[in-house]
Structure formats: C-alpha cells, structure tokens
C-alpha cells in the first residue's frame, strides 16, 4: 500500500536506560490509578488490554460508551501527571505547539491484541497521536481511513516511537499479538503502550494549558 503521509516510526527513540526510567515513573503512576479492565460500549465485553491513563484527561470504556474524564473510574481521583520523559518526547516528536492533555496506558500481557479502529473520541484531529512502546514487540496493523482498505503490519519495539499524524491521524490500527518473551525489560512479560493525545482545541480555559493561570493575571 501506498506510504501514508504524517506517519513516522522512530526505531530506539528511547534507549534502555530512558526505558527503565519511565517504567519506574509507571509503576508509581500504576500505584495512584491502577489499570482496570474497560469493557465494550453496549455488549459489556471485556478488553483484553487493561488499561490507565495520566494527564489531566483520560480516555475510558465503559457500557455507555467511550469518553475522555478527568478521573480514575475506580478511584474517582484525578489522573497522575503526565511524567516529564512523555512531556518532552511530545515536544519532540509531535511538532504541535500545545502540551498533551490525555496519556492512555495500555498493558497487553501475552495473549492480549487490539481490534482494528481509529482513535477519534478527541474533539479535534489537528495533533497527533503519539505512541511509545515498552517490553514485548508487538506486531501492529495500520490501514487507511476506510476500514476495509489494505493494512499491513509491522513490529514495534520496546522504546520505539509511532507519530500518527496528518493523513495518518484518523488511520485505521490495532494490535495483531505480543511476541511473548521478546524483550527482557518487563519482568513478567507483557507490552506497555503510551499514547499521548491532544482532546480539545487549544483555547482559554481548556484543561492543562500551563499557560493559562499565568495569562489571567493582570
Ligand atoms: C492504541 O491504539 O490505543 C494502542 C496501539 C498500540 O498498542 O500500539
Ligand atoms: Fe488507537
């Protein structure tokens, strides 16, 4: 299929030790709000992903649907920050010119995958989805904008990098399978993947523009 242009992959974007760091700063994010299990809007099917989020938005699944909520669903606490090593891999590699306001976690263990869909729950598609991999390889899918056109499939790594942006941003994408045991940085096994979004437009008063309390004053 044709190259779909906004879609970047950085092989080793973060190198093991800048890994093993951001697990540290997730496992004390995962003790704050720890990962549940969404289920399918309607049928109530559980995901075989589970699944947190840090920033002051995240995105959840429930029976009434898919939505982005300023809280755990369990806990009802805010969301964690979003840990500094996210913050500037966005500045990096987003090229957008606002902070992300949602980090989703997802944990696949071994026989966890993710059906073919489009991230477009945000109210505005002008940033783009960034992605980093951590422990096992996955094998990850990604189509067009139609969800029968062609697909095909690549690894990706653990500290590797995926911008979904331009025409890319609505691209359909899944995860096929975790290749079990190829990476050593999870001790039991099993995938992380953070994905940073953009929710809202950037305006006065939207959530987690740094800026703003500062632009209020006189
Ligand atoms: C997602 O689409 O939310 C996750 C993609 C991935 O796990 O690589
Ligand atoms: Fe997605």
């Excluded at 898919?66 to 369990?74: D, G, L, S």
């Excluded at 969301?79 to 891999?89: G, I, K, Q, V, Y």
């Amino acid at each position: 299929m044709a190259e779909l242009a906004g879609l970047k992959i950085v092989p080793g974007y973060l190198a093991r030790p800048q890994q093993e760091a951001l697990l540290e700063e997730l496992r004390d994010l995962v003790r704050a709000a720890p990962f549940f299990t969404p289920v399918m809007p309607r049928t109530g099917r559980p995901f075989s992903v589970r699944m947190t989020n840090c920033g002051p938005l995240g995105w959840v699944s429930d029976i009434s649907g898919y939505r982005y909520q300023p809280a755990h669903p369990a806990t009802g606490k805010p969301w964690p920050p979003m840990p500094a090593t996210l913050l500037s891999a966005w500045q990096e590699l987003a090229g957008y010119p606002h902070p992300p306001q949602a980090c989703l976690v997802n944990y696949y263990a071994a026989g966890a995958r993710m059906g073919l869909h489009q991230d477009r729950d945000e109210e505005d598609f002008a940033a783009p989805v960034l992605s980093l991999s951590l422990g096992d390889e996955a094998l990850f899918r990604i189509g067009g904008t139609s969800r029968r056109g062609p697909t095909r499939s690549f690894r990706l790594a653990s500290g590797d990098a995926l911008v979904l942006g331009g025409e890319a941003r609505l691209a359909y994408h899944g995860v096929d399978r975790i290749l079990a045991g190829s990476s050593s940085l999870l001790s039991d096994g099993g995938r992380i993947n953070l994905t940073l979004r953009r929710v809202t437009p950037p305006s006065e008063g939207a959530p987690d523009e740094p800026e703003t309390e500062m632009s209020r004053a006189p």
